[in-house]
């Protein structure tokens, strides 16, 4: 599903479509009513088919869960797992290394 905005993510780059999820019933010629999560119970759930996108099942998409070890202020440490690209910036005088980095228990979504 797209264009809804309270899926909790207010981040500028955030996902384009979230789900997978459910089709209970048709709702008219273009509409379809969804089986929605508790924890989306603002959000209407009746959807025109632009908003919707099909899922082709792939066993790869099961990922396993690990936990985050979380400190007692609520934050975690990133540990980089591998280094995905190198370049070098130069300005004027001055050269300047840039790296992109994989970080460990993210995708490769969330490289910096």
Same mark, same amino acid.
């Given at each position: 599903?797209?264009? /809804?905005? &309270?899926? +909790? %993510?207010?981040?500028?780059?955030?996902?384009?479509?979230? +789900?997978?999820?459910? =089709?209970?019933?048709?709702?008219?010629? /273009?509409? #379809?009513?969804?089986?929605? @999560? @508790?924890?989306?119970?603002? %959000?209407?759930?009746?959807?025109?088919?632009?908003?919707?996108?099909? #899922?082709?099942?792939?066993?790869?998409?099961?990922?396993? #869960? %690990?936990?985050?070890?979380?400190?007692?202020?609520?934050?975690?440490?990133?540990? @980089?797992?591998? =280094?995905?690209?190198?370049?070098?910036?130069?300005?004027?005088? &001055?050269? =300047?290394? #840039?790296?992109? /980095?994989?970080?460990?228990?993210?995708?490769?979504?969330?490289?910096?």
């Amino acid at each position: 599903m797209r264009g /809804v905005k &309270r899926f +909790g %993510v207010q981040e500028k780059l955030s996902p384009r479509f979230v +789900g997978p999820f459910e =089709i209970l019933e048709r709702v008219g010629a /273009v509409a #379809y009513k969804v089986a929605l @999560p @508790p924890r989306l119970a603002g %959000v209407h759930d009746v959807f025109h088919v632009s908003n919707l996108r099909k #899922y082709v099942h792939d066993p790869e998409h099961i990922l396993e #869960y %690990v936990p985050t070890k979380l400190q007692e202020d609520m934050t975690y440490e990133k540990f @980089p797992a591998f =280094i995905v690209d190198r370049e070098v910036k130069k300005l004027q005088n &001055r050269e =300047i290394p #840039y790296v992109k /980095v994989h970080w460990c228990e993210h995708d490769d979504q969330e490289n910096t």
